[in-house]
């Protein structure tokens, strides 16, 4: 799920779909953005760590 959020707000990028907002909600997304991938690198970590450890 995180991924679609990812991907999909990357190409809202893109294709310029955020231009016009203000310079606040892009830093909102751009947040955003940095939490979704650093928890997805978190949970991709704790299942390595889970496959390693057995």
Do not use: C, D, P, Q
Not at 8 to 35: C, F, M, Q
Not at 36 to 45: D, F, N, P
């Amino acid at each position: 799920m995180a991924s679609i959020i990812i991907f999909s707000s990357l190409w809202g990028i893109a294709l310029h779909e955020w231009r016009g907002t203000s310079v606040r909600t892009k830093r909102w997304l751009a947040a955003g953005l940095a939490v979704l991938v650093l928890s997805t690198m978190v949970v991709g970590y704790g299942n390595y760590l889970g496959t390693v450890t057995h």
